[in-house]
């Protein structure tokens, strides 16, 4: 009696997100408010603009007053018991790191590494809204070669040792920048071609790559110890 359930409303914000995306796939103007029902049908969902859940400070419950029938004064009390939010995205993350190193005789070395950081990720520790929003994938290979086994013949004394490597990383964001609310795959559902999508996906990703070249103690040894030393 205290609290008819026809007075309460249970929302899911994924209705939320998903009237506001396919107002954004039908490219429509932002400004114009945009009107769906719930899935229970109970409820009219109004988006305008672009509101971000994400960053909501306040929340207003407005209460609307028809014209009675008798155009009599009526006095109400208008009780808001309480607001929660259930049902949270608990889905665990995973991480995963491989390294391989090889030598090349007496040519030199080589190694290369991976590493994997899935949406989620997180120690135990950690809360959710502390666990990692972004899927990360690096790799890098470098090597040290003698160059000199193969340029110069042995009889020269000249060592010329080199070091390259290539390392690149690249982060995907669980939401779209832009909507920081919406996930991007569903972002990425609002563009009519797959080609569109890959240059969007790459838009929105942190990208970072370095190579390196670098020649460091090349020298011209003595072959010959008797002979008498020069200035090189």
Known sequence: ???????????????????????????LNPLVPYTGVSNDGRHKITVKGRPDISTILTMMIGVRNPESQDRETKSVCIWANELRVTDFDTNAGWAANARVAAKLADLGNISASTRYTSIGFGSIQQRISERTRMETFQYDVSTTLNLDKFLFPQKTGLKEPMFASYEESIGTPQFDPLDPDVPLEASLESFDTEEER??????V??????????F???RKEKVNKEKKAQIY
């Open 205 to 214: 990703q942190d990208r970072s790559v370095r190579r390196s070249l670098n």
């Open 198 to 203: 890959q240059n969007y996906r790459q838009l």
């Open 216 to 218: 460091t103690n090349v």
């Open 1 to 27: 009696l205290v609290w008819p359930l026809e007075n309460e409303i249970d929302i899911s914000i994924n209705e939320l997100l998903g009237l506001k995306s396919e107002r954004n796939r039908n490219n």
